[in-house]
RNA sequence: GACCCUGUCGUCUAACUGGCCAAGACACCCGACUUUCGAUCGGAAAACUGCGGGUUCGAAUCCCGCCAGGGUUGCCA
């Protein structure tokens, strides 16, 4: 069976880097072992999604180079790859737990799955086999009294329907997989593979939040980080490749990706180290490309850069002390200045 | 509270199935090179491997207890 993998963020907000990291984590494995990844968008909650965290999602993953196989505005088999647009999927799926007693609607008009209440085990890649005991908590509901449906059941339906295999996710949701099991045993289907990938904390140790530095992969692009650099550092939060050095191309970094591998313990992220790499894969840059790169900024910055060979030379001369494309500016404005001249000497 | 995951230098990590002075990277500090430099080169410092017991000739690696951090426990995802 081809590996099939999924990124199935939801548009409340912008792309956050640890999303960012869990997609990315998938599209290796989908690279590693020719398989293909899904983009699914999870926008079940109404009154939470909006339209530009769809195209925020969308736009992070293009920059960071995360292409996918099937989703949103490339299409596919599957779709359609809006969870707004695929009740009836989910309204033929409550119908088979229904036939089977599973299933039971409450006088607020809330429809609940009749958890089995027995002990399950997760397999995960990452932490190994986790058991739960039969649970005690409330059945779970599925279905809203306005007809939308939950998350966990909504995942669990897609997943199967869009032939996942391994599911790469963060740890959150390593506390509530017995419950997506019980509902696939509950439609008689396979459990995908799960790795459920460490969490990524702020410098003081705390889950990363909006006002976090670094949280949104759109002021990776902002600060100018090169996306190169980012999805660099984003693999060795929880994965060690077994290489010589830490600066790995994505194909080196496809060829030793390893799920067993990951760790199982949260990490702290740092933007000085995500900076380093970045500061190294801008002197990699070849002159042309580096001033694709860097031409937003020096123009933000008010630079008259219709002289291309000017401006590519003055960026070459300055860019082994630069680490960010957003510093450019401030190393070479001298370089278009009005009494600039070459033999000019110093100043009088 | 209950359940789940985790706990090695400031940070990310290494150490094959227990065995040399616990290794590397980022940051930091010192020096060198440079007109200058956040670049480069060299070097230093930094963890009694969360704590306490145990097993063993020997434990970061195994066992028990405790503590700490994170997560989950929704008609959020």
Known sequence: MSVRVRFAPSPTGYLHVGGARTALFNWLYARKNGGKLVLRVEDTDQARNTDEARAAIINGLRWLGLEWDEGPEVGGDCGPYFQSERKSNYDAALAVLEAAGRVYTEESGAVRFKFSRTPITVHDLVCGDVQFAATEEPDMTVRRPDGSYIFHFVNVIDDIEMGITHVFRGEDHLSNTWKHIDLFNALGKTPPTYAHIPLLLNPSGSKMSK????????????????????????????????????KLDRQQLTDLFEPSEIHSSNARFDIEKCAWFNAHYLRDLAPDVLFEAAAPFLEKANLDISDKALATAALQSVKEKVSLLKEFPEWVHYFFREDFRLDGGLDP
């Open 211 to 246: 006002r976090d530095e670094g949280a949104s992969i759109e002021s990776y692009r902002e600060n100018g980080f090169l996306p190169d650099a980012v999805s660099n550092y984003l693999c060795l939060l929880g994965w060690t490749p077994r290489a010589e050095t830490e």
